[in-house]
């Protein structure tokens, strides 16, 4: 493989990696003040291609922990939920539990589940070249960056972009688990339509509770506004006929 085409291929390849990031970015910093979002965006973005890096060097072993994948697929599968239910929170009491080094882990944790797959692609298109491994990982960061401010505005005007982002989380984190090696030294044949069930199952779930918190929270309050209470007698009590 030449140096052109190799790096033809990690530019596309990396323009489509970001999307997940993108969203996970745009998800945990979308209750920051506005002056903080910038820095969460690109702390937690320097801190997870970190990540990727030391992957790079560990893939292979990674890929053959039994359960590795399981546990991370889990994580990204809280994560997802973790996300979703801030909305369901107080508005007041929300603002007041976002920092931004809680959105920064949010992101990190999350890349790092993700980033397994990342890597072995990177590796893949970069022909095992070092220097372009390294290419590659670091352009990363400037689509992620890029993709989440687009994400981030498409947020603030859309908010069901909130589930649907959250969804894609679950889709993803369906997916990792299904992968982990454990499972497929022991289901085999099936493996192949066992990868749809299990995106579809994941995502399913998160889509559901999204739903079913969205209804809760937009349900029309059942108590009468004060003015049109009836007014109270002198024992204290209704009037009554």
């Not at 299990?198 to 969205?214: D, E, K, N, P, S």
């Amino acid at each position: 493989m030449d140096t052109a085409t190799a790096i033809l291929q990690l530019i596309i390849g990396d323009i489509l990696l970001s999307g997940d990031n993108a969203v996970v970015n745009a998800l945990a910093c979308r209750h920051l003040p506005r002056h903080q979002m910038k820095k969460a965006m690109v702390v937690g973005t320097v801190f997870a291609i970190g990540l990727r890096v030391l992957f790079t060097f560990f893939v292979d072993t990674l890929f053959g922990i039994p359960g590795l994948k399981i546990v991370g697929g889990l994580l990204l599968f809280w994560i997802a939920i973790k996300l979703l239910r801030e909305d369901d929170e107080d508005e007041q009491t929300m603002k007041g539990g976002h920092t931004l080094w809680s959105a920064v882990r949010i992101i990190v944790i999350a890349d790092a589940v993700m980033s397994l797959d990342n890597v072995v692609f990177i590796t893949a298109a970069a022909g095992g070249r070092m220097e372009l491994v390294i290419f590659g990982l670091l352009l990363t960061m400037p689509l992620i960056l890029f993709s989440s401010a687009i994400v981030m505005k498409v947020i603030e005007r859309y908010p069901l972009v909130v589930l649907l982002g959250a969804t894609l989380l679950g889709w993803i984190a369906g997916d990792i688990i299904i992968g982990d090696v454990f499972l497929k030294d022991h289901i085999g044949a099936e493996m192949d339509w066992l990868k749809y069930v299990a995106r579809a199952a994941g995502a399913t779930v998160v889509f559901g509770l999204g739903l079913y918190w969205r209804r809760q929270r937009h349900e029309p309050d059942t108590e009468l506004p004060e003015s049109l209470a009836p007014p109270e007698n002198d024992n204290g009590g209704t009037p009554t006929a």
